[in-house]
């Protein structure tokens, strides 16, 4: 399919780049949030995709910049649009219309209840926690060294958040 020596549509080519960074954003944020923490990643050499939890990391911020980037200048070459979406016909004056006041109390319902962790957004973490911290024993502790000061402080994560705990043997 040859390409046609047309001018660059401005508009399309920033549609398109915003929609393709919103891809790479929710792969990336899918990868992190099954990914295990950075000290754990690193140390049993954690990939997916082949993709390390740090290059994750690396490209989902990248994308949020660019994104963003995109995004600022997507709401500049559609400003009048948007305006049009919120001014009543009839009076041309801007108005909270239904979807926009809709669209507001969704947004602001979901802000509050994961700012909160109010279920389902308690659930979302619980999942979380329980894929990144299975109860794992970190594989650069051996097991069968009773010799090694570190055996009897093996640690492993225990399921809650984050938290690690002992094993007295």
């Not at 790479?24 to 990914?35: A, E, N, P, R, T």
């Not at 140390?43 to 997916?48: Q, S, Y």
Request: charged residues 20%.
């Amino acid at each position: 399919m040859p390409f046609h020596k047309k001018k660059l549509n401005t508009k399309a080519f920033i549609s398109f780049t915003t929609f393709l960074s919103l891809i790479i954003l929710m792969l990336s944020g899918i990868c992190l949030y099954v990914s295990p923490s950075g000290g754990i990643a690193r140390e049993i050499n954690w990939k997916l995709l082949s993709l390390s939890r740090e290059a994750w990391r690396g490209m989902h911020l990248t994308f949020c910049i660019f994104f963003i980037v995109f995004i600022i200048f997507h709401l500049t070459y559609n400003w009048k649009v948007l305006l049009a979406y919120l001014k009543n016909k009839l009076t041309k004056k801007l108005v909270f219309k239904k979807e926009f006041c809709l669209a507001l109390l969704i947004v602001g319902i979901l802000v509050i209840f994961s700012v909160f962790q109010w279920f389902p957004f308690s659930k979302l973490l619980e999942w979380r926690d329980a894929i990144k911290y299975k109860p794992r024993v970190h594989e650069s502790i051996s097991l069968q060294d009773s010799t090694n000061p570190t055996a009897s402080h093996l640690r492993y994560r225990s399921g809650g958040i984050g938290r690690y705990a002992s094993l007295r043997g």
